[in-house]
Nanobody, 125 residues
Framework: QVQLVESGGGLVQAGGSLRLSCVASGRAFSTYAVGWFRQTPGKEREFVALISWGGGMNRYADSVKGRFTISRDNAKNTVYLQMNSLKPEDTADYYC??????????????????WGQGTQVTVSS
């Protein structure tokens, strides 16, 4: 498993932007699909975005499509989540996740064996 550390969260006004980073330690990071989930108090963790090990495939939750972009730099062991046009409903703790399972099989929280500690994003109206 890889260890994941998120950063880049914070407080931003609606319409603003943030870029989250997820840095992985451990070898073979480039063989992992990496994604983001988010969670607000009292709710289940919600899928946000996913990128394949090589970066050639990605998918997004409908709620963030067109506003968020996931990317990766395997030379830096880092995955990014660029979040634009933020809305108050994007407020949540954001978690980086990773898995060596095939990209096409990754959908739920149970599909990911590596989780970061989370970074908080607050969008004010």
């Amino acid at each position: 498993q890889v260890q994941l550390v998120e950063s880049g969260g914070g407080l931003v006004q609606a319409g603003g932007s943030l870029r989250l980073s997820c840095v992985a330690s451990g070898r073979a990071f480039s063989t992992y699909a990496v994604g983001w989930f988010r969670q607000t108090p009292g709710k289940e963790r919600e899928f946000v975005a996913l990128i394949s090990w090589g970066g050639g495939m990605n998918r997004y939750a409908d709620s963030v499509k067109g506003r968020f972009t996931i990317s990766r730099d395997n030379a830096k062991n880092t995955v990014y989540l660029q979040m634009n046009s933020l809305k108050p409903e994007d407020t949540a703790d954001y978690y980086c996740v990773a898995s060596r399972r095939p990209y096409s099989m990754l959908y739920s929280t149970n599909d990911f064996g590596s989780w970061g500690q989370g970074t908080q994003v607050t969008v004010s109206s």
